[in-house]
């Protein structure tokens, strides 16, 4: 049995800055001791049934029931439509299994998902855009976790794409906690491309950038952002004289526009090959971008100007899932047969085998003997064709840290930091909310770990998106209602059974 570690816990009352120095750039999860000290934030409310139903009854939601034999969420099982009011009559009902609610998306129509998916969109004026202490990350969406088990139910091993500070409102959480590094011991579903300086684990079939964007989506900010400039140039050259002291500069934003509309081309000529059931996650970000030329969005042109648009024919993007092979940014690759990859690992444990139904970031290791094996309580059920030989890695990991996470508490987790979480409620059952509750931020990972101020190295694309999105600065008044967050990259390309990351 190993030993398990600790995590340091510190006051929710630090300043952004150090918060960043200390456990942002240091890529370190740590407890916060209390929830956010935002004048904004009326979560606290939320742990009375009655009051969420009020706010949020009539908005539609998708809920998970329990896997029948595993008896654990974050499994295949299909999720079930229903109204939130529904939702919240069904646990206050004496007998269970009781369905969780999880992340909130649309398996027909992506794009319904938002950076405010219901309920959370109808609760948004009880809790901050950005908390303060997230300093100057970009949020990527928010999400509400409730069930109910007085016995403790899990989420499975698994790792999230994005920067996680998590929001414990009521109930207790016990979180197994595993670096990105262990991947090489933790079997994952998908197959590693590469592991960034930053630790975000990426997969073959999800290539991203250090920050979370995948280089299509990049590529396209960086069209619209050189697009703006050069239409604020043109702005600045009306007069006579001035378009010849800044024609140095338009050439070069115009070079740049060319370069930047080749480079979009080739990426969506490589990706034709794709399926057609994916979302573009730029347009769900930025809100229907798509046709940058067909929209008006581009620069405004006289009659004689030379049209880099016309080099982009491309065919419909195909969705986050498909390769960026070319975009590594010093990463470590799961080809190069360096450290990441292990040295005597089996291949399949390193890289993963067949995924099946389930998520590329979730592992294999069935939830029971996770528990098992760190000598923890458990209600998850072995498998019936289990053998602890095929997951004989378990053993080569660093000791996991075991965090209880008690109500009125958050947790600080670094993009793809493994977790596999236990909810139990607490409370008088007899009241009908003895629930367990929870409300988390996802920020994009941060790639500039030395910069609070600008902690995304890509600063044209980074602040072309905050200029039209969400992100910190921007009130609720401020976020575009075409804001949204398509299909989150761990889950968009698992096929018909992909589901989300549950806590």
């Not at 934030?41 to 706010?55: C, H, I, P, S």
């Not at 899990?154 to 998590?166: E, R, T």
């Amino acid at each position: 049995m190993p030993k398990t570690q600790q995590l340091e816990r510190v006051s929710p009352t630090l300043s952004a800055e150090e918060f960043f120095s200390k456990y942002v750039s240091k890529r370190r999860p740590v407890v916060l001791t209390g929830l956010l000290d935002d004048p904004s934030f009326q979560g606290r409310k939320w742990g009375n049934l009655d009051y969420l139903a009020e706010k949020a009854g009539n908005a539609e939601v998708m809920v998970e029931p329990i896997h029948p034999t595993a008896n654990q969420y974050g499994t295949d099982v299909e999720r079930v439509p229903t109204t939130f009011d529904k939702f919240l009559t069904s646990l206050r009902s004496d007998e269970g299994p009781y369905p969780y609610l999880t992340t909130q998306y649309a398996d027909e129509d992506p794009d319904a998902e938002t950076v405010f998916p219901q309920p959370t969109n109808a609760l948004k004026d009880e809790f901050p855009a950005v908390p303060r202490i997230m300093g100057n990350l970009f949020l990527q969406q928010v999400n509400l976790w409730l069930g109910k088990s007085k016995t403790g139910s899990s989420s499975g091993l698994h790792h999230d794409f994005h920067d996680n500070i998590y929001c414990l409102l009521k109930g207790r959480k016990r979180f197994v906690l595993f670096p990105p590094s262990e991947i090489k011991h933790l079997y994952p579903y998908g197959t590693l491309d590469v592991v960034y300086p930053n630790g975000l684990i990426v997969y073959k079939d999800i290539p991203v950038r250090a920050d979370g964007l995948s280089k299509r989506l990049a590529c396209k900010a960086r069209v619209g952002a050189l697009e703006g400039k050069i239409d604020e140039l043109k702005a600045k050259n009306k007069g006579k004289g001035k378009a010849k002291a800044h024609s140095k500069e338009m050439k070069a934003l115009m070079d740049a526009h060319d370069a930047a509309l080749d480079e979009l081309a080739e990426v969506a000529l490589d990706e034709q090959v794709g399926g057609d059931d994916e979302v573009d996650d730029f347009d769900a970000l930025m809100g229907e971008l798509d046709e940058l030329e067909d929209s008006g969005a581009g620069p405004s042109r006289k009659e004689g100007d030379d049209d880099p648009e016309e080099e982009e024919e491309e065919e419909e993007w195909k969705g986050i899932g498909h390769s960026d092979e070319d975009d590594n940014e010093d990463g470590v690759n799961a080809d190069d047969g360096n450290e990441e990859s292990g040295e005597d690992e089996d291949e399949d444990a390193i890289l993963g085998e067949g995924k099946g139904s389930e998520p590329s970031s979730f592992s294999r290791i069935p939830t029971a003997y996770l528990h098992q094996y760190l000598g923890i309580s458990t209600t998850a059920a072995l498998p019936p064709t289990f053998s602890s030989a095929d997951f004989a890695g378990l053993k080569n990991t660093t000791d996991p840290y075991v965090v209880e996470l008690s109500e009125g508490e958050m947790l600080y987790l670094p993009a793809s930091w493994w977790h596999e979480v236990t909810s139990t409620s607490t409370g008088d059952s007899t009241s009908g909310d003895a629930v367990h509750m929870a409300f988390n931020y996802w920020f994009y990972p941060p790639d500039a770990l030395d910069s609070f101020e600008a902690p995304y190295r890509d600063t044209l694309v980074w602040d072309y998106l905050r200029h039209n999105g969400v992100g910190a600065g921007k009130s609720h008044g401020d976020v575009a209602e075409q804001t949204k967050a398509g299909k989150r990259a761990r889950e968009s390309v698992g096929g018909e059974g992909s589901k989300r990351a549950k806590r």
